[in-house]
């Protein structure tokens, strides 16, 4: 019986790159990135790619045209609830979970909700938005595409980085079931509120 080339077996495993998670790679310049790392958005194809810092200093600014954007990082906690019952029933949304944003090649505000198939996104009424912004006018400061007003039906409301809203609808959509997303998806909403309560500081408000 001749030897098994235990040799060449081992030269391959060292080449094989290593077991483990992969490394993330910004996907502007393919710098290695941590786990905190950042994110910035393709307004294009309406994506959000995994950032470097020196990438994202490249398109940190609103006022220019350019295909991307960084995403901010700040977390506000609203005072008092954003939308009554009345602003729930106009959204027209089937679960108590959205977030709206104004999509700037739409020109338009948004409402997303997570489910099943990802975030579904519909138009939202602009006098539906123009009376929560005048409630809130911290929500006049929006950042077109890259920040969102998160929702839940009798919860807090929150301004968040959008990056936040799409890591939530992907965790839910694999946990999904039946029609309002089940035990599982509320636990997972749950934590998920609890952890951005915990980044954002209170909305200061002008008497
Ligand atoms: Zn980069
Ligand atoms: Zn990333």
């Given at each position: 019986m001749s030897g098994f080339p235990l040799a060449a077996l081992h030269r391959a495993a060292r080449d094989r790159p290593p077991p483990g998670p992969a490394v993330e790679r910004c996907d502007m310049c393919a710098a290695e990135l941590d786990g905190g790392h950042r994110h910035l958005v393709d307004l294009l194809d309406r994506r959000i790619m995994c950032a470097c810092h020196p990438c994202r200093l490249l398109f940190a600014d609103d006022h220019t045209h350019q295909r991307y954007r960084a995403v901010p990082d700040r977390h506000?906690?609203?005072?008092?609830?954003?939308?009554?019952?009345?602003?729930?029933?106009?959204?027209?949304?089937?679960?108590?979970?959205?977030?709206?944003?104004?999509?700037s090649a739409r020109e338009q505000p948004v409402a997303c909700y997570p489910g099943p198939a990802g975030a579904t996104e519909s138009d939202l009424d602009?006098?539906?938005?123009?009376?929560?912004?005048?409630?809130?006018?911290?929500?006049?400061t929006l950042r077109p595409d890259v920040e969102a007003l998160l929702v839940r039906r009798g919860a807090d409301a929150y301004l968040v980085p959008i990056d936040a809203c799409y890591e939530l609808t992907g965790r839910l959509r694999t946990r999904w079931r039946g029609f309002d997303g089940g035990q599982e998806a509320h636990a997972e909403v749950d934590a998920f509120f609890a952890r951005i309560d915990g980044l954002s500081r209170p909305e200061r408000r002008t008497p």
């Open positions: 506000l906690r609203l005072a008092g609830p954003v939308l009554d019952g009345r602003a729930w029933d106009e959204l027209q949304i089937p679960v108590g979970l959205a977030f709206l944003f104004h999509n602009p006098g539906a938005w123009d009376r929560i912004t005048a409630a809130h006018p911290v929500l006049a």
